[in-house]
Every structure is written in C-alpha cells, then in structure tokens.
C-alpha cells in the first residue's frame, strides 16, 4: 500500500465513500476531494485543484457529469506527479446509440476514457451497470418510500450491481497492480425488471410497494410539472432509455475479472439495505 494519500473525489457519493472506507479499513491515507473539506475541492474551479492533488501518486477519478473536465484534471495531475488513476465510466461508452443525444453523461464519459488512456500513466476503467443502490440512497428513493416508482423503463431488466463492487474493484486498482490498462464492465449476477426490483424490496420490508410504467412522454410531463427544468426531465428519461430499449439487461465479467468472485446479487443488496426504507 502506498504511504502518499490516495486522492477519492465524489468520496462522500455513492461509490466514492464506499471506496474511502475500504481504503481506510486496509491502512491507507484516503484524501477525501469535496467542497467542504480541507483542501477545498470543487470541479468547477480549478483553482482548487492543485492543492488537492499536492502529494498523491493515485486517485479515485469520479466526473462531474455535463462537463468536459477529466481532461484538464487528468493533464494537471500528471504534471503534479500522479502515477495511477482509476476512472468511473458509465455504461455503454462504447455502445452506438446507448446513451441517446440528449444524455449530458454520454460526451462526459467518451471524452474521460480517452483521457485516461491518451494520459501516460497507469489506469484503470470501471463500467458499471446501474448502481443496486439508488434504490436506497439514490434517485429512486423518494419514489420507494412513498411507495410508487413511476419510470419510463417498460419491462425491461437492468443488472444492478451493487455499490459495494464498484468500490471494492476500484481498490484493488488504485492499491495492488496488475489491473493497470484494464476496462471493468460491472454488473450484478442476474437481470431484473424494475416490477421485480420492487418486488423484492417490497418482500423484505414488508411494504406495499409498486412500479408504474409511464412512456417518455408522461414521465417528462410529470417532471415539469413538478417544477423540474424540461431539459432535466428529459434528461432523465434519456438515461432511463436503456432499460426500456433492452440494453441493460447483460452481464458482464468484470467483478470475477478484478477480484475473482462473484458480484453480489440484487437479494444481498436489499437484505443489507432494509433499514433505508423503514419509517
């Protein structure tokens, strides 16, 4: 392990707190990059960016989603001494079509992996699939919890993959070698439709629990008229496409590639996460 800090941005998101405690749990110096903390880290100032990056040999890269900043961040880190990085992609990057014109995450994601790889130094990609855990602390729980989740999304099935593989994948890319130059696509063991998703967590917690099947349009009409911006609706809609489009449904390897087991299943997520949904 590395006596320079490790570098997590996003490390109070989803996957980048998971990722800072793991690192800590292994003995290692994590320097968490956030608006709040000390340094000061902000995306859209670079003027923060110096003193974050002051002394680290790795870091743990998460976009800021509608901007073209990996680049510069990545250039100004190899001039700084960063040796390592381990960028959080998306999902069908390499996929014509996948993320739809109107995705703002989609030029975000292409643009950052050829940066990473145009870089000089070490790096890593994690692909990952839908995280299991919006359901829990993400964009669907509001929805859960008041018991609908209304989604432009059809029947079809997205394999989750749990938040605590993505961490425990990039881990072993920023503290052990031998995943340098690696792509890991990420994804739970099996697909499962949003109806059967709820279903689950409607088992577990003792809920009653449903999904709604909207089309693009209802669910974009829905979002305004909740006062969201029409772009954002759209947006989202946008992002939801896959699913319904039948692109998410695959599995892939990259867990079992990167840490030689078996992603944990959608079941595993839910029993862990319970207390999230209770009142």
């Given at each position: 392990?590395?006596?320079?800090?490790?570098?997590?941005?996003?490390?109070?998101?989803?996957?980048?707190?998971?990722?800072?405690?793991?690192?800590?749990?292994?003995?290692?110096?994590?320097?968490?990059?956030?608006?709040?903390?000390?340094?000061?880290?902000?995306?859209?100032?670079?003027?923060?960016?110096?003193?974050?990056?002051?002394?680290?040999?790795?870091?743990?890269?998460?976009?800021?989603?509608?901007?073209?900043?990996?680049?510069?961040?990545?250039e100004?880190?190899?001039?700084?001494?960063?040796?390592?990085?381990?960028?959080?992609?998306?999902?069908?990057?390499?996929?014509?079509?996948?993320s739809?014109?109107?995705?703002?995450?989609?030029?975000?994601?292409?643009?950052?992996?050829?940066?990473?790889?145009?870089s000089?130094?070490?790096?890593?990609?994690?692909?990952?699939?839908?995280?299991?855990?919006?359901?829990?602390?993400?964009?669907?729980?509001?929805?859960v919890?008041?018991?609908?989740?209304?989604?432009?999304?059809?029947?079809?099935?997205?394999?989750?993959?749990?938040?605590?593989?993505?961490?425990?994948?990039?881990?072993?890319?920023?503290?052990?070698?031998?995943?340098?130059?690696?792509?890991?696509e990420?994804?739970?063991?099996?697909?499962?439709?949003?109806?059967?998703?709820?279903?689950?967590i409607?088992?577990?917690?003792?809920?009653?629990?449903?999904?709604?099947?909207?089309?693009?349009?209802?669910?974009?009409?829905?979002?305004?008229?909740?006062?969201?911006?029409?772009?954002?609706?759209?947006?989202?809609?946008?992002?939801?496409?896959?699913?319904?489009?039948?692109?998410?449904?695959?599995?892939?390897?990259?867990?079992?590639?990167?840490?030689?087991?078996?992603p944990?299943?959608?079941?595993?997520?839910?029993?862990?996460?319970?207390?999230?949904?209770?009142?």
């Open positions: 392990m590395t006596k320079h800090p490790i570098l997590v941005t996003g490390g109070t998101g989803k996957s980048g707190s998971r990722v800072v405690s793991q690192l800590r749990a292994q003995g290692a110096s994590v320097r968490v990059a956030s608006r709040s903390g000390e340094p000061q880290f902000d995306w859209l100032d670079r003027a923060t960016w110096d003193s974050a990056l002051e002394g680290v040999k790795a870091v743990y890269l998460v976009p800021i989603d509608g901007e073209l900043l990996t680049r510069p961040f990545i100004r880190a190899v001039h700084l001494g960063v040796e390592r990085v381990v960028l959080l992609s998306g999902r069908g990057v390499d996929v014509p079509g996948y739809g014109e109107a995705n703002i995450a989609g030029a975000t994601h292409v643009d950052g992996e050829s940066a990473v790889r145009d000089g130094i070490t790096w890593t990609i994690l692909r990952p699939a839908w995280f299991a855990q919006n359901f829990s602390e993400g964009i669907f729980l509001d929805a919890l008041a018991g609908e989740l209304r989604l432009p999304a059809g029947d079809g099935a997205a394999s989750f993959v749990d938040a605590e593989d993505i961490a425990a994948v990039a881990v072993a890319a920023l503290a052990e070698d031998g995943h340098g130059g690696q792509t890991y990420l994804s739970g063991p099996r697909a499962l439709t949003i109806a059967e998703a709820i279903a689950e409607s088992q577990a917690t003792g809920r009653d629990l449903r999904y709604v099947p909207l089309s693009p349009e209802e669910f974009v009409a829905e979002l305004t008229g909740q006062g969201w911006p029409s772009a954002e609706a759209e947006d989202y809609a946008e992002a939801v496409s896959p699913i319904r489009r039948g692109m998410d449904s695959y599995i892939s390897d990259g867990v079992q590639r990167a840490l030689g087991r078996q944990r299943d959608f079941s595993d997520y839910v029993k862990a996460s319970v207390g999230a949904w209770r009142d």
